[in-house]
């Protein structure tokens, strides 16, 4: 039985907020074995926990802040619109990604792929 | 070659003005020969050109706008929110879901997974 709705959603919430702020031990937390993501679509699928790591961990330490801005979800996967706003310094980057989510029956994430371009990257 | 970012967005927006208030033949002259149709996520994919008109001619002579909200490209794929309003009666049915798109070289539409559930519609 696919992951109910109300637990996809509340996943999704807890990925932006520890992409946001948490440690990549946390953000990992989150990924079933054996899942995917490629991020964003086109710069090739990282398949190993390593390589999963490595590219959150790239993100740990930043000061950032993230929020869901629309959730849609059917049949345990889901895609959704969020920010996340990073400040450097005098500057503020932010991003708004639409990420597309597949869950496992427990509602750990099984793949991720991310749809934006250095077009999306707005600084302020 | 993928097809542009700019050729991509041209497409979506022009689905979205077909689908509302295009004609059927309209909507399918955006589609590659062999495309594939999954509207909602879990329904099942419609992979011929009869289940695919089938389809949206369910859409066609309604009362409908539609207007793209946001859209993130890459790499010849597309995910976007978009926001469909029926009129029947009195009644105002407003529908957003995030379609997730591939396109042929030529920006014809290969594959369209539509992410939504009827606790995304809305009745004012």
Known sequence: ?????????????QYVARVATGSTAE??????????????????????????????????????AGEVLSARIADGQAAFLFELRTRA????????????????????ITSMKAYWSDADLQVS
Chains 1, 2 share one sequence.
């Open 1 to 13: 039985m696919p992951a109910s709705p109300e637990k996809i959603r509340e996943v999704i919430e």
């Open 27 to 64: 953000v990992m937390a989150l990924f079933a074995d054996g899942a995917t993501v490629e991020d964003p679509v086109g710069s090739g699928v990282r398949s190993t926990p390593e390589a999963i790591r490595e590219f959150y961990a790239t993100l740990e330490g930043l000061e950032q």
């Open 89 to 108: 310094g005098e500057q503020t980057f932010t991003l708004a990604p639409i990420d597309v989510m597949t869950f496992d029956d427990d509602g750990l």
